[in-house]
């Protein structure tokens, strides 16, 4: 089964949707005029039941379909990115410093249309849950969802949810049973030494040299503490201190983040770290102080569900486009907080190639639409059968 023809009717209809979208993006929980947009959509279609405010800005939209059954939640992320955008399009963005350069206005405007298609037909039984979410590239909104009880209040029994990829081609589909993201944690380290002349250097306490060592130490983490096989980066990304060539200064900083799969492996990264950091910062005779921060949990799918939309991919984009068995992505994505309320499944729908995520020039391909929106409209006709 190809893209659904009326899908592919009004793609044209869901392309106006996202560059309206994207043109006027917004950031974490503040995405108050996307979700107003949101709603007149789904007024125009007929639902009725919309609850918003969820999360500060977030929306869920119940629509009915014949007869009673258990609830599907299909979920799309509709905040931007504090980037100054450079694509010199005609839809770009009017916020100056804000972009949507993940494609989350395509994933809105993808889930918009299935809300369409599945409000006119209605060819399945129980309810489906439209989840618009605030916050995904921070602040952990699908978390904040799930805190204020999305999943109980709608009865929400299993949730899915779509991310382009610029590194597939348009249509194409990828997952993974299990792990399919990573957890993500960062961390700051804290050097007060005793600053003074560079060309004496015995009269100070060097904070400069104290970083460089424990930068260097903590990537014995990976190579000396941690069994090869498993997955984990530790990333050094900041290193700040000094003001002229010849000041050795008070203080230095460094920073940087840790991705991990396994729950033990994030608490022997904490752990080590600590010991390291105490470690130099005594070797040097400065003060070492590690703040270490935990966000968003690994995005693990669940077997049968994620084998379950592979296959309703496959009905999509034929089984030649799709790979049920990927490699993990070292990325993160809140998303797996709602993964860890329900089961359900992540996949990657291929835009072409493009510029990176997170790219000042990134734009997503209004092509890749009509297969996201056919993928949700048939996984809920899959998934909830009428009779």
């Given at each position: 089964?190809?893209?659904l023809?009326?899908?592919?009717?009004?793609?044209?209809?869901?392309?106006?949707?996202?560059?309206?979208?994207?043109?006027?993006?917004e950031?974490?929980f503040?995405?108050?005029?996307?979700?107003?947009?949101?709603?007149?959509?789904?007024k125009e279609?007929g639902?009725?039941?919309i609850?918003t405010?969820?999360?500060?800005?977030?929306?869920?939209?119940?629509i009915?379909?014949?007869?009673d059954?258990?609830?599907i939640g299909?979920?799309?992320d509709?905040?931007?990115?504090?980037?100054?955008e450079?694509?010199?399009?005609?839809?770009?963005?009017?916020?100056?410093g804000?972009?949507?350069?993940?494609?989350?206005?395509?994933h809105?405007a993808?889930?918009?249309?299935?809300?369409?298609?599945?409000?006119?037909?209605?060819?399945?039984?129980?309810?489906v849950?439209?989840?618009?979410?605030?916050?995904e590239?921070d602040?952990?909104g699908?978390?904040?969802m799930c805190?204020?009880?999305i999943?109980?209040?709608?009865?929400i029994g299993?949730?899915?949810?779509?991310h382009?990829?610029?590194?597939?081609p348009?249509?194409?589909?990828?997952?993974?049973p299990?792990p399919?993201?990573?957890a993500?944690?960062?961390?700051?380290?804290?050097?007060k030494?005793?600053?003074?002349h560079?060309?004496?250097?015995?009269?100070?306490?060097?904070?400069?040299?104290a970083?460089?060592?424990?930068?260097?130490a903590?990537?014995?983490?990976?190579?000396?503490?941690?069994y090869a096989l498993q997955?984990?980066?530790?990333?050094?990304?900041?290193?700040?201190?000094?003001?002229?060539e010849?000041?050795i200064p008070?203080?230095?900083?460094?920073g940087?983040?840790?991705?991990?799969f396994?729950?033990?492996?994030?608490?022997?990264?904490?752990?080590?770290m600590?010991?390291?950091?105490a470690?130099?910062?005594?070797s040097f005779?400065?003060?070492?102080?590690?703040?270490?921060r935990?966000s968003y949990p690994?995005?693990?799918?669940?077997?049968?569900?994620?084998?379950?939309?592979v296959?309703?991919a496959e009905?999509?984009?034929?089984?030649?486009?799709?790979?049920?068995?990927?490699?993990?992505?070292?990325?993160a994505?809140?998303f797996?907080?709602?993964?860890?309320?329900?089961?359900?499944?992540?996949l990657?729908?291929?835009?072409?190639?493009?510029?990176?995520?997170?790219h000042p020039?990134?734009?997503?391909?209004d092509?890749?639409a009509?297969?996201?929106?056919s993928?949700?409209?048939?996984?809920?006709?899959?998934?909830?059968?009428?009779?």
């Open positions: 089964m190809p893209v023809n009326r899908i592919a009717g009004f793609a044209e209809e869901m392309a106006t949707w996202r560059r309206h979208l994207h043109t006027h993006p950031l974490g503040d995405c108050h005029d996307t979700a107003t947009f949101v709603v007149e959509r789904l279609f639902i009725t039941e609850h405010g969820i999360a500060t800005s977030g929306v869920v939209a119940i009915d379909g014949q007869g059954g258990p609830t299909l979920r799309a509709m905040d931007a990115l504090p980037i100054e450079e694509t010199g399009l005609p839809h770009a963005s009017q916020n100056k804000v972009m949507h350069a993940c494609g989350h206005d395509g809105s993808m889930l918009l249309g299935a809300a369409k298609y599945l409000a006119e037909t209605r060819n399945f039984s129980g309810r849950a439209l989840i618009f979410q605030p916050a590239e602040g952990g699908a978390g904040v805190q204020e009880g999943m109980d209040r709608f009865d299993q949730v899915y949810a779509i382009t990829t610029p590194s597939l348009v249509g194409h589909f990828q997952t993974t299990g399919i993201m990573a993500v944690d960062s961390f700051d380290v804290h050097i030494g005793k600053g003074g560079g060309a004496y250097p015995h009269d100070c306490v060097d904070p400069v040299i970083a460089v060592h424990i930068a260097q903590l990537q014995s983490i990976v190579s000396r503490n941690h997955d984990l980066v530790v990333s050094v990304t900041m290193i700040h201190t000094g003001t002229a010849n000041i008070d203080t230095a900083y460094l940087g983040t840790v991705r991990t396994d729950p033990d492996v994030r608490d022997m990264v904490e752990r080590r600590g010991e390291i950091v470690g130099q910062g005594a005779g400065v003060e070492a102080r590690l703040d270490y935990r690994a995005t693990v799918n669940d077997p049968d569900k994620a084998a379950f939309a296959g309703v009905e999509v984009s034929g089984p030649e486009a799709v790979d049920g068995g990927s490699w993990k992505e070292m990325g994505e809140d797996s907080y709602m993964l860890e309320e329900r089961p359900g499944a992540y990657f729908l291929g835009q072409g190639a493009a510029a990176g995520l997170h020039k990134f734009e997503f391909n092509d890749a009509p297969y996201g929106a993928f949700f409209a048939r996984l809920v006709e899959r998934a909830l059968p009428v009779g």
